[in-house]
């Protein structure tokens, strides 16, 4: 194959043979300067996305390490957490030993419990974040069910302090005797065999007059036969007496504790002289006050 080109100035044509071996050398070289120059801009053009790659790939790895870290942190307040959880439950669990009057040695919080038990035969692994995740979260469940049954522990204890303090003890006076007891006596103003309810204490008049266990107020006022009378409902059953006072201290629906001044002594009613008639009902009957007054 040959190629004409015509010269205008001269007048003259040329003819190339593409045929001719030096021709073919020429292209030849031609071509390869081409691909070359495409190679190279290729090459440049993969370089700068190598580049923009890696650093991408670098962005993701510091989010990644960042969220990682975020993660970590996160475990680390749990456990701090947990662990003020624990010291407060050991401190509850302290308490309410000294309340129950456990031996130390039967429920010690100053250590943990021993454990033990034969090497599993199972093919160990490293604990990863999943697991541990999971394991924080049964531990605070545990530590959830655990700080339930301490409280239902210590409503327990309270509700035995309570009842200890609801029961009938002691004396309705600071000071004074015992003048006339329960049961059967010679009535002092007609001389005839009576049964007596209570106990009369005798006493200055003014002087106080206390609740010999806590509870509710639910007579304050005159009553036939015992003057200005004081009856407080302790609960389980149990009711107390004060008769014969000067003047109530406490209106009905107060709530009272134990050895708190409910009236003040007189000698109102049927009396003889300043004194406090005391009476324990249970379950509505009259007992004998002395089991509660000790002597």
């Known amino acids: 194959m040959n190629l004409i080109f015509f010269s205008r100035r001269r007048g003259r044509a040329r003819h190339l043979d593409l045929a001719h071996p030096l021709t073919l050398g020429l292209i030849a070289v031609g071509c390869c300067g081409v691909l070359a120059a495409v190679f190279w801009a290729g090459l440049q053009l993969g370089s700068r996305n190598a580049v923009q790659a890696v650093g991408h790939d670098r962005n993701e790895v510091s989010v990644l390490k960042a969220q990682l870290q975020d993660r970590i942190d996160g475990l680390s307040l749990r456990m701090g957490t947990l662990n003020a959880h624990l010291i407060r439950l050991n ?4 308490r309410l030993t000294e309340m129950a009057d456990i031996k130390h ?36 469940r545990r530590l959830d069910l655990r700080t339930a049954q301490f409280g239902a522990l210590e409503n327990v204890l309270l509700g035995r302090q309570l009842s200890a303090d609801i029961r009938p003890t002691g004396r309705p ?36 007059v206390v ?24 609960g389980n059953g149990y009711t107390t007496r004060y008769g014969h006072n000067e003047r109530a201290l406490v209106k009905v629906g107060d709530t009272v504790q134990r050895g708190q001044a409910v009236a ?17 009902l249970r379950n509505g009957a009259a007992v004998n006050p002395m089991s509660f007054v000790g002597s």
């Not at 039967?106 to 021993?114: L, N, S, V």
């Not at 509870?215 to 409902?233: C, F, M, N, P, Q």
């Open 91 to 94: 401190a509850l669990g302290k």
């Open 105 to 140: 040695s039967e429920f010690d919080f100053d250590r943990d419990p021993p454990q033990g038990g034969p090497e599993s035969s199972g093919s160990g692994h490293g604990v990863e974040l999943s697991d541990l995740t999971g394991s924080l979260g049964l531990f605070e």
């Open 173 to 208: 006076v600071n000071e004074g005797y015992i003048s006339s007891y329960f049961g059967e006596r010679m009535d002092p103003f007609n001389g005839e065999e009576a049964f007596h309810k209570g106990i009369d204490f005798a006493a200055d008049a003014g002087a106080d």
């Open 211 to 234: 609740a010999v266990a806590s509870g509710i107020v639910t007579w304050a006022g005159k009553r036939d036969g015992y003057g200005v009378l004081i009856e407080v409902s302790h």
């Open 264 to 280: 003040v002594v007189g000698s109102t009613g049927r009396s003889t002289g300043p004194h406090v008639h005391f009476e324990v």
